[in-house]
């Protein structure tokens, strides 16, 4: 009887582990699918009382998300992700780019009236030299489309 209880044992325990690694794979933030689709944005310049409109596209593309957006009619990708603002902290949203000059925006995201996405952000170079830092406020256009027949 001992000799079946081990081997039970074992494939028991076997299928805890196997189970518990498998959901940490899996086991990522809703932002990635919550953030997804069109905006009207809201800016200003770093060190600047400059504001200016555009329009924005996030789309997920493997492991980033991809914001395309489109300021004086001048198109722009960035790549970000998903991560921690610190540990325990809220979700955000991190993008990076540039390359002579590094340049960083981190976006907090809440839903709006409507449960779509409302992003916040704050961007400039990256270490943020700024007095103040360059702020972008993204707002849905999905609950503003007609409804198609």
Not at 36 to 56: F, K, W
């Amino acid at each position: 009887m001992k000799r079946c209880t081990l081997p039970a044992l074992l494939f028991a325990l076997y299928c805890l582990l196997t189970a518990s690694a498998s959901a940490a794979d899996v086991d990522e933030s809703p932002l990635w699918d919550f953030v997804r689709g069109r905006y009207t944005l809201i800016g200003r310049q770093p060190d600047s009382q400059a504001t200016y409109t555009g329009t924005a596209k996030i789309e997920r593309v493997g492991q980033k998300l991809r914001l395309t957006r489109t300021i004086a009619g001048k198109q722009e990708r960035i790549f970000g992700t998903v991560r921690r603002a610190d540990p325990g902290e809220a979700w955000v949203l991190a993008f990076k780019w540039g390359q002579k000059s590094p340049m960083e925006m981190v976006c907090l995201v809440g839903p709006d009236l409507d449960n779509y996405a409302r992003l916040t952000c704050h961007w400039g170079k990256a270490g943020n030299p700024h007095a103040q830092p360059g702020m972008e406020a993204y707002f849905a256009q999905e609950p503003w489309d007609p409804v198609k027949p």
